[in-house]
């Protein structure tokens, strides 16, 4: 009986433990959404007004010369990004985006050339797919390392670009939901096209008085353009990043239960082990009374 109250003892310990560094990641994890939403908040104010300067330059100047060269229809390429993790215990986060961008990019006419993966477990999976992969990229670690991830992206897309490797650029990224759950998402971030201009273009003003592009919308459109793209990227990374952390946290949310239910069983057995040995110890000592009375 000593044995098993002893092996008992050392399931509950390493039980316990288990449960604290489950805690740990649950708050780390809450903690990280908070700072991942509020970037997303922030940026989603900001592409607001980087729009309505785009849709005032546009206006005022008319098609914007940011536009890829033209390619043939059936010599299209495609390049994409795919936001996923680096590390696990995160279910099917990356499974659900990687599906989702195959599917996607296996309806696009044109051919599949470049795919950018943010993530060692996105890579993987993208991998397997057999599409063509351009590179590695690691998840940032925070908010304030997404701008060099982004500024990295977009150094690489725009050589692809003027090699003619790629026409079209998609960005696929899980969203984050209510509660802890997320959607898959995509966005065709290039080329900025006539029906995207249109669509820019024909934002109304948010108040009664249209402002004034100073110098022209000339030197000013490129560079709304520029931050229009890094915003979106940037976006996309931080609203995949807090997805990622809400998945975390609903794992850690079902191991902390799937802990608490082994604890419990652990307990009743180990209360049963020791009440079984105290019943046997005490059936021993009067058992040897009887015994001595006997000799009496």
């Given at each position: 009986m000593s044995g098993?109250?002893?092996?008992?003892g050392k399931k509950i310990s390493t039980a316990g433990d288990l449960e604290g560094v489950v805690r740990a990641m649950k708050a780390l994890a809450v903690s990280s959404i908070g700072q991942y939403e509020k970037s997303v908040q922030a940026l989603g104010d900001y592409n607001r007004t980087v729009e309505l300067g785009i849709a005032l330059c546009l206006r005022k100047r008319g098609p914007p010369p940011f536009v890829p060269a033209k390619a043939h229809?059936?010599?299209?390429?495609?390049?994409a990004v795919v936001f996923g993790s680096?590390?696990?215990?995160?279910?099917r986060f990356n499974e659900v985006i990687v599906e989702f961008a195959k599917g996607t990019l296996g309806g696009l006419p044109g051919k599949t050339r470049k795919?950018?993966?943010v993530g060692e477990r996105a890579h993987a999976l993208?991998?397997?797919?057999?599409?063509?992969q351009a590179g590695t990229l690691a998840v940032p670690s925070s908010v304030g390392a997404i701008t060099p991830l982004i500024g990295q992206v977009l150094i690489e897309v725009e050589q692809a670009i003027e090699k003619g490797e790629i026409v079209d650029f998609y960005l696929f990224h899980n969203r984050p939901k209510l509660g802890s759950s997320y959607e898959p998402v995509d966005k065709r971030l290039l080329p900025l096209d006539h029906a995207w201009q249109s669509k820019i273009a024909a934002m109304p003003w948010p108040t009664?008085?249209?402002?004034e592009v100073i110098e022209g919308p000339t030197p000013a459109l490129p560079a709304f353009i520029r931050e229009y793209i890094f915003v979106s990227l940037f976006q996309a990374c931080a609203e995949s990043l807090a997805a990622e952390n809400a998945s975390r946290l609903a794992a850690m949310q079902r191991a902390e239960k799937s802990i608490d239910d082994m604890l419990v069983d652990l307990n009743r057995k180990f209360h049963r082990v020791r009440q079984e040995s105290i019943d046997e110890e005490l059936f021993?000592?009067?058992?040897?009374?009887?015994?001595?009375?006997?000799?009496e």
């Open positions: 098993a109250t002893e092996s008992l229809p059936d010599r299209d390429t495609v390049g680096d590390q696990g215990l995160v279910g795919i950018w993966a993208m991998a397997d797919t057999g599409l063509t009664k008085s249209v402002a021993d000592v009067i058992s040897g009374y009887e015994a001595l009375l006997a000799k």
